[in-house]
């Protein structure tokens, strides 16, 4: 498994931006699918965006698809997700999360990523 390390969580005001790193190492980089999910109290683990395949398409959920831009630097080893015009709801824990098998099919689903990051909390307040 590779080892994912998150930051750039925080408290921002609706309106606002940040920009969430994950840092992955143990494996080849260039090899894994990489991905952004969140989980708000109470609920469940939801696919956010994802850098898949040797083409590294990339894909998001719907209510983020103009908002949030999900990049990768595999010069770094790391992924990164712009979140801009932060909405109250988009106040969640953010995971990093990273597997060599994941498929458009499979990408929503959390319990198909094999390597997952600690999470980095982030709060838009209205």
């Known amino acids: 498994q590779v080892q994912l390390v998150e930051s750039g969580g925080g408290l921002v005001q609706a309106g606002g931006s940040l920009r969430l790193s994950c840092a992955a190492s143990g494996g080849t980089f260039s090899r894994y699918a990489m991905g952004w999910f969140r989980q708000a109290p109470g609920k469940e683990r939801e696919f956010v965006a994802a850098i898949i395949g040797s083409g590294r398409n990339i894909y998001y959920r719907g209510s983020v698809k103009d908002r949030f831009i999900i990049s990768s630097d595999d010069a770094k080893n790391e992924v990164y997700l712009q979140m801009n015009n932060l909405k109250p709801e988009d106040t969640a824990v953010y995971f990093c999360?990273?597997?060599?098998?994941?498929?458009?099919?499979?990408?929503?689903?959390?319990?198909?990523?094999?390597?997952w990051g600690q999470g980095t909390q982030v709060t838009v307040s209205s």
């Open positions: 999360a990273a597997d060599l098998r994941i498929t458009i099919g499979t990408m929503s689903r959390a319990k198909d990523w094999d390597s």
